[in-house]
């Protein structure tokens, strides 16, 4: 890649955009995935998804261990493998809050677990 970046040729200005592309995508995933509770209501976001959760639909939340059952795309707004299931009627979403404890408290629930 820095050799690339180094000749001048057609071929830097694709390197420099890989590079930027490899260094700005982490960081966007980690910085555009919000959880938002306002209103009576959970807005889960990350990238171009997002998720809106009336707080009263929610009929459980609990930890989701490593080696449950695989997760849909769609479900999945986790960033950790350390997952929390949040159920509401059918469906489900996945999210990995930093504080646990404090998401619960902002849910109004306690751990299903």
Not at 61 to 76: A, F, L, M, N, T
């Amino acid at each position: 890649m820095i050799l690339l970046l180094m000749t001048s040729s057609r071929h830097s200005a694709i390197a420099t955009a890989v590079l930027i592309l490899a260094v700005a995508m982490p960081v966007w995933l980690l910085a555009g995935t919000t959880y938002r509770i306002r209103n009576g209501t959970l807005t889960v976001s990350k990238l171009f998804r997002r998720e809106r959760i009336d707080l009263a639909d929610i009929t459980a939340v609990k930890p989701w261990p490593r080696w449950s059952h695989p997760i849909e795309y769609g479900e999945d707004f986790a960033l950790s493998g350390k997952r929390m299931l949040i159920r509401c009627g059918e469906s489900r979403i996945f999210v990995s809050p930093r504080d646990e404890a404090n998401f619960l408290v902002a849910l109004g629930r306690e751990s299903d677990a």
